[in-house]
């Protein structure tokens, strides 16, 4: 409410309200109270209506009977009831033109205890877009405002168990003068389940008005009003209009959120104080939620290469996806594809026996065919071969089923999770085949959505052709060739999206993954989990105890024999480059260093840190050449001071990102001496040389390869012994504190200082 009633005071309370006083010294009766009604008028938009222009009505009880009084409004002393004390009352005050309730405070409830006063204010304001508007009953320049309703094309499908959907939309249009838009209810229709369209919000032009739904009301409503006032006002010309929801249920069903009635809009003209206008019903789009559906594929760790005759040997390994909703599959079709066998064979129990559907956690799915075939009424499926073999029968394919139309399995495929199936058979020590392969056949009206009660259908896939070798299999992730001694693995994956390199691979025991930096800051970096490929070896995981560390998988089989595999974790440091420019300079010269650093996961704000180190050890130079700055968008740009006291040599850049993280060094920054032709690289040379040596008076020293001869100068004459190279020779001042160096050549004598 907005602060424009002031002053208003009664008994034992503080009301705000328009600078009215109201004292009551009322004598109560000893089984009732009094309740003190006030009327305020909030005129902060304008608006010419007094307190007496509203009818208060008052439902209280009196002498054990239930009273109903009205009375004009007062702003002056309050009207005061006498009601029975301790029992329920409300009080409520009629509309008006352009006036809404701001504020109904102390109005219902129980009233006070015997010889209490209570007070009910109840404050009506007038609604105005702006301070002043134009009250009158003549709409001419402009004309009244109009408020048109379109709905614009959203999508007509989404998935149950998904949040803020867009689940309508519509176009309002404002002509001549904004549009105080009050209040909008939506009428909700369709199959789906009014509880499952639930945070329902009202979004205008982008920015959500009113307060969010906690769902679509039972009888099919969202209505949208403001606590007080307007919910928002709508400018002249297009306004997008949107709501959004959850679907927390309901696959299959059906729903539209529409405008039933065009008095559903309470909308006003904001020109012309708050004068009601009306608009157009709409119909929304109407949106199915889907139904569930499975996704059937080839899981990555089904067996490939080799297998050799034994029990519980995994054929195949798939993996099942339930969307939308749960499904419960009522059986399932297969069949095993041999190559090799001749016509003569004639006897399918001789090549395999106790086939087998078993899910990750080693539950029986169906039962087992323990002499195949089982003689199921099989619907046959939707992608088997025709070339069945049977007990007697010739042929190249065994097709079967687990469960059957009227004898379901009833094996329930949660939503959204990954479900492993294992099809897995005994290989005879009679086998004659070749090669086997595996397959799911596909099944129509095979699957029931556990929400929608609906039928559907599982496609089919095909796991890969497995070589029949003598002894004990293996090779490129063979099946369970041996349940009592098969220890190895059929899945190792890592938390984060990290990945295992080498690719995982059940013969493979040792592994490497990286993590970025700040991986470690997650609960589950590095966590690995893993999958034995027999159901009756086991596995323990030793988690890495901290980072850079080493995670371990001991698998112990049926027989007890073991096998470990190893998974090395490192961290890479946050810095990913680190340049220089200029990466070289020359001794004797201050310069400006542009460091330039990118990185990897760091928040704004991280400190970076660049400094001038040796190259040999990484030791800081004394006194130490640092700089800082802060990282934005993952770059951070340091300006270093590279002071002229610096002696040519080789030096590196290190560069830290928070001091706990890992550093990074630049490439080499070199500081070189200086060429002798010119003054400024001949005075870095003799200041080097004169830091270097400590020359005394009468001292000299020839600058090596440069060719320079290096002298003191006595009486600031040039020795005579001090012949110069290429008619060019150097002297220095014995003032060291304002040191003049001279370069002669040939009659031409030029100071140099420094």
Excluded at 358 to 366: E, T, Y
Excluded at 419 to 436: H, M, R
Excluded at 682 to 708: P, Q
């Amino acid at each position: 409410m907005k602060n424009k009633l002031a002053g208003l005071a009664v008994v034992a309370t503080l009301v705000i309200g328009i600078g009215f006083f109201a004292i009551s010294n009322i004598a109560h009766a000893a089984s009732t109270s009094t309740l003190n009604v006030i009327v305020g008028i909030d005129s902060g938009f304008g608006g010419t209506a007094s307190p007496s222009d509203f009818t208060v009505t008052a439902s209280t009880t009196l002498n054990g009977a239930a009273n109903v009084s009205s009375f004009p409004g007062s702003n002056g002393s309050p009207t005061a009831i006498t009601v029975d004390a301790n029992t329920p009352y409300s009080v409520t005050a009629s509309s008006l033109s352009n006036y809404t309730v701001e504020s109904s405070d102390g109005c219902s409830g129980t009233s006070q205890p015997a010889g209490g006063t209570g007070t009910c204010v109840i404050v009506e304001q007038f609604i105005s877009t702006t301070t002043s508007c134009v009250a009158t009953t003549t709409y001419q320049n402009p004309s009244l405002a109009q408020l048109t309703i379109a709905s614009s094309a959203i999508s007509t499908q989404l998935s149950p168990s998904t949040t803020n959907n867009l689940v309508g939309a519509w176009n309002f249009t404002a002509y001549n003068s904004p549009v105080l838009l009050n209040s909008i209810k939506f009428t909700v229709i369709g199959s789906a389940s009014m509880s499952d369209l639930q945070n329902v919000k009202l979004m205008v032009n982008g920015t959500q008005v009113g307060a969010t739904l906690a769902s679509v009301a039972q009888n099919g409503t969202a209505t949208f009003t403001a606590s007080s006032g307007t919910l928002t006002t709508l400018p002249t010309g297009a306004n997008n209009i949107q709501v959004f929801a959850d679907a927390a249920g309901s696959p299959s069903k059906n729903f539209r959120f529409e405008i039933a009635n065009a008095a559903d809009v309470s909308a006003a003209d904001g020109h012309y104080c708050n004068a009601p206008i009306t608009t157009n019903a709409n119909d929304g789009t109407l949106i199915t939620i889907e139904q569930g559906q499975l996704t059937i594929t080839q899981d990555s760790g089904t067996p490939n290469g080799n297998i050799a005759s034994g029990t519980s040997v995994t054929l195949a390994k798939f993996d099942l996806r339930a969307a939308n909703e749960a499904l419960n599959l009522k059986f399932l079709d297969f069949y095993l594809a041999f190559t090799g066998l001749s016509t003569t064979t004639t006897n399918l129990n001789h090549q395999i026996q106790n086939v087998s559907l078993v899910d990750g956690n080693g539950h029986q799915v169906g039962s087992v065919i323990a002499v195949p075939p089982s003689g199921n009424a099989c619907s046959g499926g939707t992608n088997a071969p025709n070339a069945v073999m049977t007990t007697n029968t010739a042929g190249n394919v065994y097709a079967d089923c687990f469960g059957t139309a009227s004898s379901p399995i009833s094996y329930t495929i949660p939503m959204n999770a990954t479900t492993v199936f294992y099809l897995k058979a005994d290989i005879e020590p009679t086998a004659n085949f070749s090669t086997i392969t595996a397959a799911l056949s596909g099944d129509t009206n095979d699957l029931v959505g556990a929400s929608s009660g609906l039928s559907g259908s599982s496609s089919g896939v095909t796991g890969d052709a497995l070589l029949l070798t003598a002894g004990n299999g293996g090779g490129g992730g063979g099946g369970d060739t041996a349940s009592s001694t098969d220890n190895s693995l059929s899945s190792l994956t890592v938390s984060d999206g990290a990945t295992l390199s080498p690719a995982f691979n059940p013969t493979t025991l040792t592994y490497n993954v990286t993590l970025t930096w700040y991986a470690p800051i997650s609960t589950t970096a590095g966590l690995i989990s893993a999958t034995v490929n027999n159901p009756n070896a086991t596995e323990v995981i030793t988690q890495a105890p901290s980072l850079p560390g080493t995670a371990t998988v001991v698998v112990t089989a049926q027989s007890g024999a073991t096998r470990t595999y190893t998974v090395n974790f490192t961290v890479a440091p946050p810095v990913t480059s680190v340049s220089a420019a200029p990466a070289t300079n020359v001794a004797g010269t201050a310069t400006n260093v542009t460091v330039t650093i990118g990185t990897v996961g760091l928040t704004d704000g991280t400190v970076a840190t660049a400094e001038l180190v040796n190259a040999a050890d990484g030791s800081s130079l004394t006194p130490s050449v640092t700089t800082t700055g802060t990282v934005s968008s993952n770059a951070a740009s340091l300006v270093l001071n590279v002071p002229a006291s610096i002696v040519a040599g080789n030096y590196k850049i290190k560069v830290t990102v928070a001091p706990s993280l890992t550093p990074n060094t630049s490439q080499t920054y070199t500081v070189t001496a200086g060429s002798g032709g010119g003054e400024s690289a001949l005075t870095k040379l003799i200041d080097e040389a004169v830091s270097a040596t400590k020359l005394a008076i009468g001292g000299n020293y020839t600058l090596g390869a440069k060719g320079w001869n290096y002298g003191i100068l006595q009486n600031n004459a040039l020795p005579n012994h001090y012949v110069p190279v290429a008619g060019r020779s150097v002297g220095y001042s014995s003032k060291v504190s304002s040191s003049t160096f001279r370069r002669t050549g040939g009659a031409t004598t030029r100071p140099i200082t420094f």
